[in-house]
């Protein structure tokens, strides 16, 4: 959880790296390469963010703002110490819809693409993900196939899919196992995640 928005920018401007730096620092003490977990998320924002003084929801301006500005100075900050970020995080029904969440309300379904952008602007080196669960569903696999065709038809960095693997003893390993291949013929690479 230290690297998720609340924990590291608990109020607008105000970033806290305290202990996602110590999971860093764990992880180069002991050779291990690190993946950041996660720049966009709809959970675990805090409430300013999508909201004004007053309680309102903010402008899709603001929103971008806001988005560019958390995705730009997480990544630069550890620059060079991460491998990859899980860009964004869940954004994809089961059923294959997007899920409305305040991103995909205010900006619409463009904010995948521009969190991506914003990711690479910070660091051109450092590789991009995007992260969901239940990709065992085929109409998540389909939508999940179809983003990643989206962003590459666009120009945008995306090196690959991180797979939440949340599996228990009556998950179709032959669906997983679809979507593993399914994400690799796209090019992409696989993460075994969570």
């Known amino acids: 959880n230290c690297m998720k928005m609340e924990e590291v920018q608990p109020e607008e ?31 675990q924002a805090p409430k300013w963010f999508f909201h004004d003084a007053e309680g309102n929801e903010v402008s899709r301006d603001v929103l971008i703002e806001r988005m560019k500005t958390h995705v730009q100075t997480v990544v630069k900050h550890f620059k060079g110490k991460v491998h990859g970020w899980d860009v964004v995080n869940e954004a994809i029904l089961d059923d294959g819809r997007m899920r409305e969440s305040y991103y995909y309300k205010i900006i619409g379904p463009e904010f995948i693409r521009m969190a991506f952008e914003f990711a690479h602007e910070a660091d051109p080196d450092v590789e991009l993900y995007y992260n969901d669960y239940s990709m065992d569903k085929p109409a998540k696999r389909d939508a999940v196939v179809q983003l990643v065709r989206d962003l590459k038809a666009q120009g945008v960095r995306i090196d690959g899919v991180g797979m939440q693997s949340h599996v228990a003893f009556d998950t179709p390993l032959d669906e997983y196992e679809k979507s593993i291949k399914a994400f690799a013929a796209e090019g992409m690479q696989v993460m075994v995640t969570e």
Not at 13 to 42: I, K, Y
Request: charged share 15%.
């Open 13 to 43: 401007g105000v970033f806290d790296f305290a202990a996602a730096d110590s999971l860093v620092d764990l992880a180069e003490r002991n050779g291990q390469v690190l993946t950041g977990h996660c720049l966009v998320w709809h959970s």
